[in-house]
């Protein structure tokens, strides 16, 4: 996704394209401190049914995305040019359990 310019980076970025309705799995760095930070973001992806998940750390979410630099949220959107991988995870994300 990232060779494609198909991933969006940032509390700023993904909460702008979730609300234009844009599509995607959401991924939210599980490190971040202060949690105020991007706590509203799982709610927005319920209230749009869009897939998210956590992972432990930031500095591995923003290796992940192609970034130097570490990142607390991305949201992946899909393309042609991947897409059996991309409906692959978004399979996995679905089968996650819902957090608490």
Known sequence: AAKHKQIRRGVKEVQKFINKGEKGITVLAGDTLPIDVYCHIPIMCEDRSLPYA???????LGAAAGSKRPTCVIMIKPHEEYQETYDECLEEVGALPLPL
Do not use: C, E, I, Q
Not at 54 to 60: E, I, L, T
């Open 54 to 60: 956590y992972v432990p750390s930031k500095s591995d």
